[in-house]
């Protein structure tokens, strides 16, 4: 079964970090882009940043760029987000996905709050 | 706010047919996905390029693009349906994908 568990969240002060990690089983992660997308509380998706299959090329929302690092690590089938100088407007929950046909299988989410 | 536009709500009748719109795009050649949305789930895709599904998926729920405008639509609606839908595109000129407000559905 394949299966996308997110975790890391948690409450941050503004101007704070926070690193974000997706740990993937049940398909091979070294062959698949991967995503992350956040949802703040009562509003719609928003597509945060991907790497391709082997981490040598990145790319990042225009909120984020700057700010936050995507990664992954093939050999512990695991992804990441490096949040830095965290934002009010940055809270919410953030998925991991991987991309076969579109964001096929998505994970539960891991919540980030950023407040003082 | 999002760039792709989707009516906030839509409402239906059980065994009715709802159909979700999203524009505010050039969709000629490029495919739209779609997502349903629970309350308090992850998203889970639906149609994917347009009108192919995943595994899984009942056959009721089905999608199209006319260039400007890309539907989905689901038929014989039931009160499991209720959720957020949302739909997803990539733009090649960003090289960003860009996802519409989402339109929430309610079964009456």
């Known amino acids: 079964e394949v299966q996308l568990v997110e975790s890391g969240g948690g409450k941050v002060q503004p101007g704070g970090s926070l690193r974000l990690s997706c740990a993937a089983s049940?398909?091979?992660?070294?062959?698949?882009?991967m995503y992350w997308v956040r949802q703040a509380p009562g509003k719609g998706l928003v597509w945060v940043s991907r790497?391709?299959?082997?981490?040598?090329?990145?790319r990042y929302a225009d909120s984020v760029k700057g700010r936050f690092t995507i990664s992954r690590d093939n050999a512990k089938n695991t992804l990441y987000l490096q949040m830095n100088n965290l934002r009010a407007d940055d809270t919410g929950v953030y998925y991991c996905a991987y991309y076969h046909n579109a964001f096929d299988v998505w994970g539960q989410g891991t919540t980030v709050t950023v407040s003082s | 706010s999002a760039v792709l536009t989707q009516p906030p709500s839509v409402s239906v009748a059980p065994g009715q047919t709802a159909r979700v719109t999203c524009g505010g795009y050039n969709f000629r050649s490029r495919s739209v996905h779609w997502y349903q949305q629970r309350p308090g789930l992850a998203p889970a895709l639906v149609v994917f390029d347009d009108s192919d599904r995943p595994s899984g998926i009942p056959e009721r729920f089905s999608g199209s693009n006319s260039g400007n405008t890309a539907t989905l639509t689901i038929s014989r609606v039931e009160a499991g349906d209720e959720a957020d839908y949302y739909c997803?595109?990539?733009?090649?000129?960003?090289?960003?994908?860009?996802f519409g407000g989402g339109t929430k559905l309610t079964v009456l």
């Open positions: 997803q595109v990539w733009d090649s000129g960003s090289d960003h994908w860009l």
């Open positions: 049940g398909f091979t992660f070294s062959d698949y882009w």
């Open positions: 790497i391709d299959s082997d981490g040598s090329t990145t």
